[in-house]
């Protein structure tokens, strides 16, 4: 297991030990390594990059919310602070606040041209220029932007344009160009990531996100970042429900201290107040958040004159649990072959928990880091590995299968068929206290299509009734409303046909047997048509 510190509060790298042959030896005896290291090797691979037209820019903020990379984002400074900026930084007021300059910065060297920016801008706001010219243009204007940091709370951070301002705890992975899942995980990482826990399981998101000597996972000026462990393949959700449970379980002794602590002698009343104000409102990120410097600080002044030694043993032992006061977010991640085959007794064991953790399934629909392997979750007609003749099974509704489990939060997205519908899912989600899971619709290499065109191709998947979006929310219910939301429109049969066609796995077939792959497309489009009546019928 290739563990990255964290542990939702504490320094997310590892202190360094005087040694004679540091290539011979871990930073850190258990195995940790650091974090925020991939932005150190830029690559500058992109044969072309974008290159911001700013007098076109309407200040939407959507190519950095699909950039696979982060190799592209928004500055949001003061105008004051954009006064000692030289001329070259060209900004512009920022549209929806005032007092506020923009600009839409490229990061040259770690872009990898796929191109998902230029293509998703509405306004033609970004073109592709060849890769040295944008880099003898902004590398330095990419350099001077690092020490400035985005004004918060100007918008909505739950929103495609607010998330973008908010510090992504993940970028410059090694993923190939385009790739569908990594944008996924920026997103979360920039809603949840200054407390987050991450399991993930053996596949491409373990690849990308934890191999050696690199770690594209990040930490703040405050050393907060992703915990982030990569399990086996098999074990992968069970691992993840025993972190969980772990820190269930260690949360629970820190208020029983707490709670020792508030009746005990201990000389500070401040103290005693913070304390009784969290074991009260544990569970709520924002009173823990407020309360937790102060119980630091009063803590410190404690540890300093108290003079008992059992009221030390405590005051130490919450000391020495300080990042349990900040409530987890805990994810567990994986692919579909993780998901849908291998590891699904694992979700299976999650989703009739009761537990308070989140899945999070990016899904190409093959086994993508074996080269496109035929999984449950690959549709009828698709060629892969071991169904080089087309599939001929449905896949499998994960899904629906865990929404007979009335307690479990169950989303279903595609980030270039609705990008409100996603941040909406991972919101609601990571605020269910219970099981939920997010199975995210993630275009691949695998697919052969164009990577430069993978949101659109997200977004065509949506329109023809291929891919459904959904939310089934058990709150609701408390609400005393049907629990499940059907974000996308009826099926356009005509369109599903169209779409198989402009993937070369369905293509594959077409040209070897015409016949065949007419029966087996008929039939993923009647399969379809009932998939979509059903959750019409769960809407009702």
């Known amino acids: 297991m290739l563990g990255f510190t964290h542990q939702g509060g504490s320094d997310a790298v590892c202190r360094v030990r005087q040694r004679v042959k540091p290539s011979r030896s871990f930073e850190c005896a258990d195995g940790k390594v650091p974090t925020d290291t991939s932005k150190y090797e830029k690559r500058g691979i992109a044969a072309e990059c974008p290159l911001w037209l700013e007098g076109k820019c309407i200040q939407c903020n959507q190519c950095a919310f699909v950039c696979p990379h982060g190799a592209i984002k928004p500055v949001l400074i003061s105008d004051e602070e954009a006064k000692n900026l030289p001329p070259e930084f060209v900004m512009l007021d920022a549209k929806g606040a005032t007092g506020a300059k923009y600009r839409m910065q490229i990061n040259p060297l770690d872009c990898t041209g796929c191109g998902n920016c230029v293509n998703i801008c509405p306004n033609g706001a970004l073109v ?57 995980i920026r997103l979360m990482t920039q809603l949840f990531g200054d407390r987050m826990i991450i399991a993930n399981a053996t596949g491409c998101s373990s690849i990308y996100g934890g191999s050696a000597p690199t770690c594209p996972y990040s930490k703040d000026d405050n050393g907060k970042g992703p915990a982030w462990a990569n399990s086996l393949f098999e074990d992968n959700a069970e691992f993840g429900l025993g972190i969980k449970l772990a820190y269930k379980n260690r949360t629970q002794s820190l208020i029983q201290t707490a709670n020792n602590i508030i009746k005990s002698n201990v000389n500070n009343d401040n103290l005693k107040a913070y304390l009784k104000i969290w074991t009260v409102n544990f569970e709520d990120i924002t009173t823990s958040k407020n309360v937790y410097n102060k119980i630091v600080i009063e803590l410190e002044k404690s540890l300093n004159i108290e003079k008992d030694k059992n009221n030390l043993k405590l005051l130490k032992f919450v000391k020495a649990n300080l990042n349990l006061i900040i409530p987890k977010s805990l994810w567990i991640v994986g692919g579909d072959g993780w998901a849908y085959d291998i590891g699904f007794g694992g979700i299976d064991h999650i989703l009739a928990s009761g537990e308070n953790v989140n899945i999070l399934v990016l899904d ?59 941040i909406k899912a991972f919101v609601e989600a990571e605020s269910y206290d219970g099981p939920s ?47 499940f939301i059907l974000d996308s429109k009826n099926i356009d049969t005509e369109k599903y046909k169209q779409f198989l066609k402009t993937e070369n796995r369905y293509n594959q077939l077409l040209n070897k047997d015409e016949i065949a792959a007419s029966d087996l497309f008929e039939k993923a489009k009647n399969e379809a048509v009932e998939r979509q009546e059903t959750y019409k019928k769960l809407a009702k």
Not at 378 to 398: I, N
Not at 440 to 453: E, L, V, W
């Open 364 to 422: 190409t629909e093959v086994y993508s880091n074996t080269g496109g392997q035929t999984s449950k979750a690959s549709p009828t007609g698709s060629v892969a590995k071991f169904s080089v003749g087309g599939k001929k099974t449905r896949k499998k509704d994960l899904g629906l299968i865990a929404m007979q489990y009335k307690d479990v939060y169950v989303a279903s997205v595609a980030m270039g068929g609705n990008m409100n519908q996603l």
């Open 128 to 184: 592709m220029e060849k890769g040295e010219v944008v880099k003898e243009k902004q590398l330095s204007n990419y350099n001077l932007s690092l020490n400035l940091k985005n004004l918060q709370g100007l918008f909505n951070e739950n929103s495609v344009k607010g998330s973008q301002f908010k510090k992504s705890y993940f970028d410059f992975s090694g993923a190939c160009a385009g790739c569908g899942e990594t944008p996924y």
């Open 437 to 483: 899971i997010i199975i995210a619709y993630s275009t691949c290499i695998n697919h052969g299509i164009d990577m430069s065109n993978a949101q659109k191709h997200m977004k065509d998947a949506v329109e023809a009734g291929y891919w459904n979006l959904y939310r089934h929310n058990p709150n609701l219910i408390k609400e005393g409303k049907n629990p």
